[in-house]
């Protein structure tokens, strides 16, 4: 069986502990060998000057002297008996002043401390919490759920099994439960019958064993987990799990769809309702050079432009904007409307350029079968031979893609995948360290090709555009963006790493002013890019905000969210 967070985490710090236990006895082993070594040159340097005195004395002599107590009952008389006093009193002070004091606080302060903090660690929700999200384990994907969670207002319980962890974010201000992970009275605890969802982002082996846990305490609660995994999708679906995230598989579509191409067409990368929402390059379009003043009038169907982007930072919508071959439209429409849009901007005279795809796991893999399904070109670069074909063209079916072998960082290489004719690379390694190298070795080689990287940790995102990615996803904001939609709460759509596409109620102060209030954007960061009606669709042609109750869409941070949350809906973290 899979273990569970708290063995994860234990099996984690064995080693540690084990230098820990090692360090503890080496500590104590110093100064016990200092006192005898010191106890018996006390007994040889007295009987030269004609003391007698017992072994009691001898150790009496050099505790005391060590521990610079000295009670001077006991004292040389000769100038070597003086040296030696001199050196017992200061190797006594290394060892009483840092020795020993670094085996108290590792081994007696910090285990106390540990325990207070999970003894304060809630082992049961309140009775009166409903409608919350369980969240079982602490990975990035959970803590990004739970952040969002806390912007929202809505309530989320993390359960785990290790006390610690548990007592650090609890003292955090995170709702923390603790208990095992396979004991269905955890989840009964948990108020498990009463959550709006049961998430698990454990491995796949555990991931089963919660789903059939949490079935014994909740017969029809529903339960997202994670996959690492295909083969493991039936599996969970047996344990009881309603939803299955492959997100190695997401990920993959996900950054294939952030592929801007050169003929200009649009790629949807979400919906509200029937509105699809959608990026399109301006490059090799019409657009390039026009004003957003000028080009505006000269669209012919109703599809709306939301935002402007230039390397993955948004730009404000204004009629002086001007738009360049780096330009991205975020448009929203009906899929009539966005195929209006192509048959009018798309350059048809021409081909997609190939796609470079560099490494060929399952994040690698899912990009190119999701390129090859548009009729993309794409090229996979992998390290170990034989790596992709028989992962992929025999596991997973064939698809028009070539294979080079070798390493991604060498030049010689990346020049036989066709970079130097490539639209855009996909970075998908799990070493973020190496995606760094590679966005930037990229970069440097081919200034204007589009660059879209994966980032494992969401500190990274940063550091990747830093080094030159126009576009950056992670697993933490991909699979917190589809648990998150698939709780049923506000509706999400990740724009890029960073900016998404959410709702919020439509505040009063707000009523008929415009859409494209500057105002809003220069005090919260957020842009409001439409509204919706009554019934729940997206009004995106309405140029003010009604006076009417209903929901605002808006793009931005989550800095940016919390600070509209704060200055117009009166919700303080």
């Not at 290790?162 to 269905?184: F, K, M, N, T």
């Not at 690698?364 to 993309?376: C, F, K, N, P, W």
């Not at 997973?396 to 080079?404: D, I, P, R, W």
């Amino acid at each position: 069986m899979g273990q569970t967070e708290g063995e994860r985490r234990r099996a984690d710090r064995s080693p540690f502990v084990g230098r820990r236990s090692k360090a503890a006895v080496l500590i104590l082993g110093i100064g016990f060998v200092m006192v005898v070594v010191h106890s018996v040159l006390f007994k040889v340097l007295m009987e030269h000057e004609s003391g007698e005195h017992s072994w009691a004395s001898a150790v009496y002599w050099t505790i005391t002297t060590m521990s610079t107590l000295g009670y001077g009952d006991i004292t040389f008389t000769s100038d070597a008996g003086r040296l030696f006093s001199l050196w017992v009193l200061l190797s006594g002070v290394v060892y009483m002043l840092v020795l020993l004091p670094f085996f108290v606080i590792q081994y007696v302060v910090t285990p106390w401390l540990d325990h207070r903090r999970a003894a304060r660690t809630p082992r049961k929700v309140p009775a009166s919490l409903c409608d919350h999200v369980l969240l079982v384990g602490s990975d990035a994907v959970t803590q990004a759920f739970a952040a969002r969670a806390e912007r929202s207002r809505v309530p989320a319980v993390i359960v785990l099994e290790d006390g610690a962890l548990a007592g650090e974010l609890h003292d955090q201000g995170r709702q923390v439960i603790v208990g095992p992970l396979d004991s269905a009275v955890t989840y009964r605890n948990a108020g498990a019958s009463r959550a709006r969802l049961v998430v698990s982002t454990l491995s796949d082996t555990a991931n089963t064993n919660v789903a059939f846990t949490v079935r014994q305490a909740a017969a029809r609660v529903p339960i997202a987990v994670t996959a690492a995994k295909p083969v493991s999708v039936d599996v969970l679906g047996f344990a009881g799990a309603d939803h299955v995230l492959e997100l190695g598989q997401v990920l993959g579509r996900e950054m294939a769809s952030r592929v801007l191409g050169s003929t200009g067409r649009y790629h949807p990368i979400g919906s509200f309702g029937s509105t699809i929402i959608a990026e399109a390059a301006a490059r090799g379009t019409a657009l390039v050079g026009l004003t957003l003043g000028e080009a505006l009038p000269l669209l012919r169907s109703k599809v709306r432009v939301l935002a402007i982007m230039r390397k993955g930072r948004l730009r404000a919508m204004t009629p002086d904007l001007r738009i360049t071959d780096g330009t991205v439209l975020v448009l929203a429409g009906q899929e009539c409307e966005l195929a209006e849009y192509d048959e009018q901007f798309q350059s048809r005279e021409t081909s997609e350029e190939p796609v470079v795809i560099l490494g060929g796991g399952r994040v690698g893999r899912s990009a190119s079968r999701a390129l090859s399904d548009e009729g993309v070109p794409n090229t996979i670069v992998e390290m170990l031979p034989g790596r992709v074909e028989t992962s992929y063209s025999v596991l997973e079916g064939t698809a028009s893609y070539a294979v080079v072998s070798g390493d991604a960082a060498d030049q010689r290489i990346l020049r036989r995948a066709g970079l130097e004719s490539a639209s855009a690379v996909l970075v998908t390694p799990r070493d973020d360290d190496l995606n760094v190298y590679l966005t930037l070795f990229c970069r440097r080689l081919r200034p204007e090709l589009q660059v879209v990287s994966r980032a494992t940790y969401e500190r990274n995102v940063a550091t990747l555009y830093r080094a030159g990615a126009d576009g950056v996803l992670s697993y933490a904001t991909i699979g917190a963006t589809d648990l998150w939609n698939h709780a049923g709460l506000s509706h999400r759509v990740l724009v890029a790493e960073g900016n998404e596409l959410f709702l919020v109620p439509r505040p009063a102060s707000l009523a008929r002013r415009s859409v494209r209030d500057d105002e809003v954007r220069r005090r919260t960061g957020c842009h409001i890019v439409a509204v919706l009606d009554e019934d729940g669709t997206l009004a995106y042609d309405t140029e003010s905000i009604p006076s009417a109750p209903g929901q605002l869409l808006l793009l931005g941070d989550r800095h940016a969210e919390r600070r509209f949350r704060e200055t117009y809906l009166g919700r303080r973290r």
